[in-house]
């Protein structure tokens, strides 16, 4: 890995540097690896050396007394991405313990709950070796935090360090986020799209949130100076200060008062709203802290989208729950959640004067519910030139990652009828938040 990789050459030239009378910085800042030759070597759990992407996403995640969120938080940023978004981007989960029993259980837990996403390289697991953290115990208290506060906030700045350096040649913005944290649909595309906009202004980092520090986006040819930073100072100060502290370092003159400061300060960071990720977890990492942290820009999640469909009889052999219904989601009104689809269930729709479809879209899942998507179901439409309904009608595409989009071949139109047919029992319900046609006529 190029964590490892890059340390390994620091390694190297310890001694000689040593000898000089210099020694490379790290070192420095934690002289207790010096002790321990592959002390800064990652453990790569799963992955498959995805690089050249986009954008690069920091999950770091440790062991929580009460609830996980992990796998929640997972699902949310994996369910709007498109094909070609999941090709552009890289989400690194960083296990931030050395109990490799437990780093052990979350690879097995990210393998089976995403397999396609940990086969394709999308996803990795990592962790830092036995000996990366210092001795904790020897911290000093600061600030009036207890020891165990001390403690927390100190292996927080080591953590998000190792996944900044992990992460640096990867792509080509990093985002540090959280293990409790839910996205807002589309974010990737909105993400990408500000950072584009204001590439050519000289910030720093750009906010996709307003709580600490969560949504950061940062450009990894920054990252070496900002997590060389972080380790500068990571008995001292909790890392959104330290992050502040960047600011005032590269802009702001003691000469001058302090909005001047925050007015140069502001140049180098740039707030994008609504926010785009939301805290959930009530639990924090630090053991007995209740975190009722909300981000009031977040707004409300949309659970459907809303299209002009063309005149049909809608029908359907599962049974809605409460007033999700089919009718509804093809209004435009609601999405449709099912209740557990089991093999031969179907969802029909009956056009009364057949029409040209040019493509379909289908999506299942949504923010709120993002496992209870349509697993094993094929698309299938009915030719106009066929004048019953078949057991089997020509079978057009199938959900992939709980999305069935693709084009209907000129043969088949005029068509008078589209079907979805799941091919499996499911353990899950199933929704459906957006359906459209496109071109139809």
Known sequence: SVLGTFFRAQRENVEAENRKGLTPNIYLYMPHLKRHPDSLVPNVVLGRGRRGVSMVLGVPTVKREKQS???????????????????????????????????????????????????????????????????????????????????????????????????????????????????????????KTFATREESKPWLYLEFSQLGFIGKMFRTRDLPMIAEFFLMFHRDKPIDWLLDHILWVKVCNPEKNQKDCNEQKALLKQRYKPSLFQHVGLHSSLPGKLQILKDKDFGKQILYQAHQNPTADVSSSMKHYQQHSLDRLYRGEDFFWALTPVQGDYVLLSFPKPIHISGYLFRSGNTETSRDQFYNTTVEVLPSSVSYLPPLLCVSGEFENGVAEGEVEEALQPVSAVRLVVRSDSDVWAVLNEKRNTDAG
């Open 69 to 191: 969120y992990l796998v929640n938080t997972l699902s949310s940023l994996l369910f709007s991405l498109t094909s070609s978004q999941r090709s552009d981007l890289l989400i690194v989960v960083f296990v931030a313990e050395t109990d490799w029993d437990y780093v052990s259980s979350i690879a097995d837990s990210i393998r089976k709950n995403f397999p396609e996403e940990v086969q394709s390289g999308l996803m990795e697991v990592v962790s830092p070796s036995l000996f990366y953290y210092p001795d904790f115990s020897r911290l000093t208290e600061t600030f009036g935090d207890s020891k165990d506060r001390v403690k927390w906030r100190t292996k927080q700045n080591l953590d998000f360090s190792f996944l900044m350096l992990y992460a640096q040649d990867r792509g080509n913005y990093y985002v540090q986020l959280e293990d409790d944290v839910v996205a807002k649909a589309g974010y990737y595309s909105d993400m």
